[in-house]
């Protein structure tokens, strides 16, 4: 039987390029999810909002799970790439900051576990759309469900 519970709570946020060890060790700011990181310098009309790495991360007990169940998160969307780690290990990746994606937790579980996403909305040749007039908003920006 399939469970899922909303994950959008008590995560930190630290913005600026960092790496996956330093970026679970960062205090960064209490959010909630959806959040963006662009909420303000995205809206003053200058084009110059912030594009780069910003890490969140989450810290959480190991789920219950009975028998052969699996764990997963589903990103509802992520702009515009997304790194997945768990306990430093990298679990995924995904390019594209308009569609849903998931990662499988099950196998990198631990008793107390340490979520990191390394999200960026650089300019990039990867993904697209770069530019138009919009804002390319960066940050976990729907909602994130563990399955």
């Known amino acids: 039987m399939r469970r899922k519970r909303s994950f959008n709570d008590r ?21 909630d999810l959806p959040h963006t990181w662009n909420a303000r310098d995205g809206q003053d ?25 699996e764990a997963w998160l589903d990103f509802g969307g992520v702009n515009l790439m997304a790194k997945v780690y768990l ?11 308009y569609s849903t994606f998931r990662v499988t937790l099950t196998n990198a579980l631990h008793k107390e576990n340490i979520l990191a996403i390394a999200v960026d909305n650089s300019p990039n040749q990867h993904t697209h759309p770069q530019q138009g007039d919009f804002t390319l908003y960066g940050g976990i920006y729907r909602d994130v469900t563990l399955i």
């Open 11 to 31: 995560w930190r946020f630290t913005k600026g390029p960092l790496d996956a060890a330093t970026a679970t060790g960062a205090e960064g700011a209490a959010v």
């Open 45 to 69: 009309g200058g084009n110059d909002y912030y594009r780069g790495q910003c890490w969140y991360t989450k810290v959480f007990a190991k789920p219950e799970l009975n028998g052969d169940e």
């Open 87 to 97: 306990n430093g290990n990298l679990l995924g990746e995904h390019r594209g900051g």
